[in-house]
């Protein structure tokens, strides 16, 4: 029994010194960073409702995991947007002069809006209350928002961002949020 226990008091040493050394390590800061768009569109209820393959969700739909539209606007409503609509990581830092390399992995389009704060996107049931940014007002009908868009399966490129926080949405999902630091 005292063999045991000293190999568990080893084993937490070991696992506490290594999470000092990482906490103490200094951050990294790359020059180009990836940031993953995610979501889990029901394909039925979106594609019913949007046109027909307006959600491609072919990887989550099958196993259960999915969202239906009117679940969508009800959370939204309730203020609990559903989070397994996200950007992935939250927040980055990068060095100036950097790229974002931003993918559309879910199953219908997003945007990546740079906004001077965050706030509520163009569609107003998923704004939980919250006042549509300036950034995000008007749609697709505005090219400032559309060029923004990002089509599922595509990927999109920022650069030129100057030092300072940068905070970016999606003016559909406005939930969806990512803050990039410039170093």
Known sequence: MTNN??????????????AVTLAAAPEKTSTSAQIVAL??????????????????????????FATTLQDLFAKAAAGRPDQGWDF????????????????DQGGEPHTFTEVKQFGGGFI??????????????GGFSTLDVAKTRIIQGRQTQVTGLSKGIHHFQCCIHPWMRVTVEVK
């Open 5 to 18: 226990a000293a190999k568990l008091a080893l084993i937490v040493a070991c696992v506490t010194l290594a």
């Open 124 to 137: 107003e049931g998923l704004n939980a209350g919250d006042r549509v940014v300036p950034e995000c007002v």
């Open 88 to 103: 992935e990581p939250d927040t980055l830092k990068v060095k100036e002069g950097g790229t974002l390399f931003v993918s």
């Open 39 to 64: 979501d889990e569109c029901d394909p039925l209820t979106f594609n019913a409702a949007l046109g027909n393959d307006f959600c491609k969700n072919v990887a989550l739909a099958p196993l259960g």
